[in-house]
């Protein structure tokens, strides 16, 4: 049995346990339960309690829909806001602290996923590593405010106030673990990503972290109150509800509600390829302003920032079938229309000018390009255009992919990367990302990307050139790792400083 470590919290004692060189905790509360009266209401502090209580195994994840990114090993529950702490065995100075926000669309996922363990991280990076689980779909990012009456309130951006409460955690609680709350770096990919962004621009997430790492994040998916009000009606459709019955929201089973996030997210993508229907929303109260426009306003928190994408962002979409990203030319047509349509600002012509900068756009191989550019690629270099104006700015381009990745034609695909930062991957005695071979120099790279990613954690510095508007130098990940400046002129002077998007 392994040896447990107990620790006191504000809240009550946790008690975790010492493997393989690390100290883990699993399931502790950072927030009530959000569940009866407090469904679709702001995360309150947790309940104390005065017994140890053990902390050995993961806590229950948001519910989603069967099978979305979820490990059998992983039980869903409404009472799902909990995080795990992960701390070098040997004893030291209060290390650096490093926060992930998980991704997934931001209705599926979960900290807790076997990809995010963070015993690798911690020990070899001797940072602390905190995971959590907030609320995703419905029950987080729907936003429900333009049904609210004085009897049924409702509140924006849960999943958003959930991520804010489980950094306050840390803020008030990290000390105990080992951790140095003066030094917290908040990082994430995807939704994740999208999420860091956000909170960098968060007035009232302000001072919870010092660093931020985002991971191609879609910084443009992100809506204003009019469209929220649209995905809400759609919901109450969805569940066969009219708006004076409100109420019956709190009641309805929570596995009801999961599936109704993935209907709602599905019919959304299918209308208006590019568009997520269940994301932030732009409240005028915890988000004052959409996040490009705010960085590039000079709003944002002014910290350092590293920030990048993936070669071939859009790959995973088209071999998996994901709906996430439109990856053929009738559905990129739809979307190029969509914006058109969407931003008066945006004229026929410029979209015109894009469309003559992707000659392959009549093919697949045209419209996987513009789409990834789209989401992720154009939104990193708008961001750190923005910010390196204002705080220290580094930009990467993940580009290494084993043999059978290549052979595939995934390439360096959506989240290929995370694996590598926490060096998951050679958990898996039959991954097959290795059946051609490629494990050694996906070791080294990975053991490369931690060193870098916890060095910035440590001293909000990196060891190439920050970016800025005379080199835009940019770190290339590959098997080899260079530095090249501007590598993506062409495609940056194609889409211009203005963005363009759904915000």
């Known amino acids: 049995m392994p040896h447990r470590l107990s620790v006191q919290t504000l809240s009550g004692p946790v008690r975790g346990f010492a493997a393989e060189g690390v100290h883990v905790w699993k ?11 407090r469904r679709f209401r702001s995360p309150a502090p947790p309940f104390p309690w005065t017994a140890p209580m053990d902390c050995l195994e993961f806590g229950p994840v948001c519910p989603q829909a069967e099978g979305m990114a979820m490990e059998a090993v992983l039980q869903p529950d409404e009472d799902c806001l909990n995080l795990n702490v992960w701390r070098p065995a040997t004893e030291g100075p209060p290390r650096p602290v490093m926060v992930w926000i998980h991704g997934g669309a931001y209705y ?12 690798e991280l911690a020990r070899h990076g001797e940072v602390v590593v905190v995971t959590f689980n907030y609320r995703l779909g419905t029950l987080g990012f729907v936003d429900l405010t333009s ?30 673990f080992g951790g140095d709350p003066g030094n917290v770096t908040v990082f994430g990919e995807s939704s994740g990503g999208g999420s860091v962004t956000t909170l960098m621009t968060v007035p009232s997430a302000e001072g919870l972290f010092h660093q931020a790492i985002a991971q191609s994040s879609p910084a443009t998916s992100i809506y204003g109150r009019d469209r929220a009000a649209t995905v809400a009606r759609l919901l109450l459709d969805r569940l066969g509800l009219t708006p004076d019955q409100v109420g019956e929201l709190r009641r309805i089973p929570v596995d009801r509600l999961a599936r109704a996030s993935a209907e709602l997210a599905t019919e959304v993508f299918g209308s208006v390829p590019g568009t997520l229907a269940i994301a932030p929303v732009v409240d005028r109260d915890l988000i004052p302003y959409y996040p490009v426009a705010a960085f590039q306003k000079g709003k944002q928190h002014k910290i350092p920032l590293l920030i990048g ?7 995973i979409f088209r071999l998996l079938r994901l709906p996430m990203m439109p990856v053929t030319p009738d559905s990129v047509y739809r979307m190029l229309a969509k914006i058109i349509g969407d931003n008066p600002e945006v004229s026929p012509e410029q979209i015109a000018a894009v469309i003559a900068g992707y000659p392959d756009l009549p093919r697949a191989k045209g419209a996987i390009a513009i789409s990834q550019d789209a989401a992720f690629r154009m939104p990193a270099l708008w961001i750190a255009s923005a910010h390196s104006k204002a705080a220290p700015t580094w930009l990467y381009r993940f580009d290494f992919a084993t043999p059978m990745l290549r052979a595939a034609r995934v390439g360096a695909g959506h989240a290929m990367e995370i694996p590598y930062i926490f060096g998951t991957f050679g958990a898996i005695r ?41 080199g835009r130098h940019t770190l ?13 002129r062409e495609m940056r002077l194609l889409w211009g400083e203005d963005v363009v998007g759904f915000s």
């Open 27 to 37: 399931g502790i509360p950072f927030a009530a339960a959000p569940v009866g009266e």
């Open 108 to 119: 599926m996922g979960a900290g807790s996923q076997g990809v995010y363990d963070g015993a």
């Open 147 to 176: 049904l609210a009456t004085p009897e049924h309130p409702f509140e924006s951006n849960l999943g958003l106030r959930d991520q804010i409460a489980a950094l306050g955690w840390v803020r008030d609680n990290i000390a105990a």
């Open 309 to 315: 994408t993936n070669r071939d962002e859009a790959t």
């Open 430 to 470: 039959r991954d097959p990302t290795f059946l051609l071979g490629g494990r050694a120099a996906a070791m080294a790279v990975s053991e490369r990307i931690q060193a870098r990613w916890a060095a910035f954690a440590r001293d909000g510095k990196l060891d190439w050139p920050a970016y800025d508007q005379d």
């Open 476 to 488: 290339l990940i590959g098997r080899e790792e260079s530095v090249a400046a501007d590598p993506d």
